[in-house]
């Protein structure tokens, strides 16, 4: 493609970008569950913003165009809940939500004093089971939702010391 995809913070004017993506890239789970009624497909564009404002939000971008989006929250206990994340199918395959897990991680550890990270996905999403276990995830849980849909859930402890020497999460940039 010859463009790079950066790696940051999202901002409030990514909001639309953001509800979009996740949309289309949640139609396959969907699908694999026959269930459209999950959250990412019914999340409203007020509901995002709000959780844009709260959250710990990071999206990849190529050009202008948002292509993967990550977000996560941390609890009292240091326990960072890491969610919906999301990476555009063209995008796929490139270790872009690597890269979008590990930036989240760095941050929510700097930003937030994140001490362990969980994250949960369904028991047939194997692409995510196989991301998440690359990245030092581990299985801690299954919770059955209904007769179609088990959640798996996964964790790993936070790194004492990020990447970057002063321990700031960084930008980064990758080739597409």
Not at 82 to 100: A, D, K, N, S, Y
């Amino acid at each position: 493609m010859g463009m790079s995809v950066t790696i940051s913070a999202a901002t409030d004017q990514d909001a639309e970008q953001i509800l979009k993506l996740q949309y289309l890239c949640y139609q396959p789970e969907a699908a694999l569950y026959d269930d459209y009624s999950i959250q990412p497909l019914t999340q409203t564009l007020d509901d995002l913003r709000a959780e844009l404002s709260d959250a710990c939000v990071v999206v990849a971008r190529l050009g202008t165009e948002v292509v993967g989006a990550v977000r996560g929250t941390v609890d009292a206990d240091g326990t960072a809940a890491i969610g919906t994340l999301v990476v555009h199918p063209r995008m796929q395959r490139h270790g872009l939500g690597g890269r979008l897990l590990t930036a989240v991680e760095e941050r929510l550890t700097a930003e937030r004093s994140a001490k362990r990270y969980r994250l949960s996905t369904g028991h047939r999403s194997e692409g995510n089971l196989r991301l998440y276990r690359s990245h030092g995830y581990t299985p801690v849980g299954t919770e059955q939702l209904s007769t179609r849909l088990s959640l798996v859930t996964l964790e790993k402890e936070a790194v004492a010391a990020g990447p970057a020497a002063d321990g700031a999460p960084q930008d980064y940039v990758a080739s597409a």
